[in-house]
């Protein structure tokens, strides 16, 4: 592929989300990482929220606690050997202001890639 071509592969995977899927639920990672007596399932389907292409592990939000004031993330490599991790990361803290509204970015902290405001929203 001539560098060209490779960059734009890279710019159009940058504005698409990676499709990468957990081979847990929600229900199950919940039942078996107890983090939050109040905590809330966002989703029974965990897929990755990145950017396609991203160069670190595949990142989805597994549940909210607290209030929505703690997010719990799955992270796990992609690889058979399924080495997976459940942790407590605050939300990036960057908004993109559009008059008098502003939309906020629902990715974890120091997440690479562009922010969720800038990907396609999922169906």
Known sequence: MDP????????????CRCHALATDSAAELLSSNPISEDA????????CEL??????????LLATAHGGD???????DGQPSKVTE??????????????????????????????DFELPQRD
């Open 70 to 76: 703690q997010w719990w993330w799955l992270r796990w």
């Open 40 to 47: 809330r399932a966002e989703s029974s389907l965990l897929s």
């Open 51 to 60: 950017a396609a292409g991203h160069d670190s592990d595949h990142l989805a």
């Open 4 to 15: 060209a071509t490779s960059a734009f592969a890279r710019t159009l995977a940058s504005k």
């Open 86 to 115: 459940v942790i407590q990361i605050d939300p990036c803290d960057a908004e993109l202001t559009q008059g008098r509204y502003a939309d906020e970015c629902f990715l974890p902290h120091g997440h690479p890639g562009p922010h």
